[in-house]
């Protein structure tokens, strides 16, 4: 109701904002029942259809509060041409996880010169994988230890360590898989796609 009468103002912002706030209250919606069906046979499957891969990134990364933060670069280095069969709102929750993740791993490591966050693309044969990066202080060995457990992988105080476990179900039900890559600085998570889920051009 309240989205519905912001919505009828006439300030050229507020008309700007309006469509995304009342996108924004529908993926909340949608994340309350994700984390309901975690781990139940009702969790919905994706609906597949074309998405335009860098759009989706760019979309996450806004909502992460990347986009414009005055402390941290966001670098979107997905090609214009990318484009695969996906569940868009399910896999565009996986990438706002992990780009929140890295904004807040960021923001509490002040001493890090040119704090950043990437997103880059890799192919194989058989898979298509987005890498989302970061060059924070990397992930405490508790977390690494129960990353993709329920209530165990927070790396955050006060975190459920929901978001991760939902974000592996996400794309394991996409035909994928979700993984941490171990190295000497920052964080990466790579997400990894089929490659028949490729549109062809």
């Given at each position: ?5 912001v919505?009828?103002l ?26 309901l069906?975690y781990?139940r046979?009702?969790?919905a ?12 990134v760019?979309?996450a ?7 414009g933060?005055?402390?941290v ?6 090609p214009?041409t990318l484009?695969?069969?996906?569940d ?5 929750r ?5 780009l929140?993740?890295?904004?807040e ?17 890799s ?5 298509v994988?987005?890498?989302v990066?970061?060059?924070?202080p990397?992930l405490p060995?508790r977390a690494?230890d ?9 790396a ?5 360590g ?20 171990d190295?000497s600085e ?5 997400l990894t796609?089929p490659s028949?889920l490729?549109?062809?051009s």
């Open positions: 109701l309240l989205s519905d009468q919505a009828t006439d300030d050229p912002k507020v008309q700007r904002l309006a469509p995304r706030l009342v996108t924004t209250l529908d993926k909340a919606i949608g994340f309350a029942q994700s984390v069906d781990g046979e009702t969790a499957l994706p609906v597949l259809a074309p998405v335009e891969m860098r759009t989706l760019a979309d990364a806004f909502e992460a509060r990347l986009v933060h005055p402390g670069l966001f670098a979107n280095e997905v214009a484009m695969l069969n996906v868009a709102a399910q896999l565009g996986v990438l706002l996880n992990l929140k993740n890295a904004r791993a960021l923001e509490t490591s002040p001493a890090i010169a040119a704090p950043t966050v990437a997103v880059t693309v192919e194989t044969a058989e898979a994988i987005l890498s990066t970061d060059n924070g990397g060995p690494r129960n990353l993709f457990v329920a209530f165990e992988g927070s955050r105080a006060g975190g459920t929901l978001g991760l476990a939902i974000a592996r179900e996400i794309t394991e039900a996409h035909g994928g898989r979700l993984d941490f890559v190295q920052g964080t990466r998570f790579d796609l028949t490729r549109v062809s």
